[in-house]
């Protein structure tokens, strides 16, 4: 359970701040990935990060913007979001970046944007 | 790109009874299958998953079969219990768009599973 953390698990922002949301894995996993998980619509992959390189950006508007340090640590930075922006945002990660390898979620941070 | 549908979107069942959730992908070059369980308010946790060499795996009460021609897969519950409610999501993956860019998984719509005393 306590393999991926993130923080914080709720966060009520409005239009216009600014706000991070972070993500650690302690399983030494190299490939990590943010989702986001509205009321009634699947998982949906938002970033995907191999040995700290971004490879996958599914569409997501700038507004969102990723940073991965290093292997250990995700971050993903909002400003100016939009109410239908509210959501969980899970974070994953995976020990290799190979397509059958198992991605372990972290609790999930919700966020409400006013 | 890879498309997941899921069904049924609800299912109830009596304790004891079995449960079935199906799921079709579109992409043949899908070639990892895993099946999440969310529990209210709790992080989706992976519960068992198949790759495209195998045809049906079982862990205990549950079990998954593939069916690569026909590109749906399905995640069979037997000997329900009051636990095993909660959603339960299929998803499929293919690679990235760049080599070695991870594991990219699409997931379907979801199950949410109520097993009645």
């Known amino acids: 359970e306590t393999g991926v953390t993130q923080t914080p698990r709720h966060l009520v922002m409005g239009m216009t701040n600014k706000k991070s949301l972070k993500c650690e894995q302690h399983l030494g996993h190299n490939a990590m990935y943010w989702y986001k998980q509205s009321a009634k619509k699947p998982l949906e992959l938002m970033f995907v990060y191999n040995f700290k390189e971004q490879t996958e950006n599914n569409s997501v508007p700038s507004r969102f913007s990723p940073e991965c340090p290093n292997s250990s640590h995700l971050f993903l930075h909002l400003h100016t979001l939009q109410p239908e922006d509210s959501a969980l945002y899970l974070c994953a990660s995976s020990q290799e970046p190979g397509s059958t390898d198992t991605q372990y979620f972290g609790p999930g941070t919700r966020l409400t944007v006013l | 790109g890879e498309n997941v549908e899921q069904h049924p979107s609800t299912l109830s069942v009596q304790e004891g009874d079995s449960a079935v959730i199906k799921c079709t992908y579109s992409d043949s070059a899908s070639n990892y299958f895993p099946w999440y369980k969310q529990e209210l308010g709790k992080r989706p946790q992976l519960i068992i998953d198949?790759?495209?060499?195998?045809g049906e795996k079982k862990d205990q009460r549950i079990a998954v079969t593939l069916n690569k021609t026909a590109k749906h897969f399905s995640l069979h519950i037997t000997e329900t219990q009051p636990e095993d409610s909660a959603v339960y999501f299929c998803?499929?993956?293919?690679?990235?768009?760049?080599?070695?860019?991870?594991?990219?998984?699409?997931f379907g719509t979801g199950t949410q599973l109520k097993v009645e005393l």
């Open positions: 198949i790759r495209s060499n195998v």
């Open positions: 998803a499929a993956s293919s690679e990235g768009v760049r080599r070695g860019g991870g594991n990219k998984l699409t």
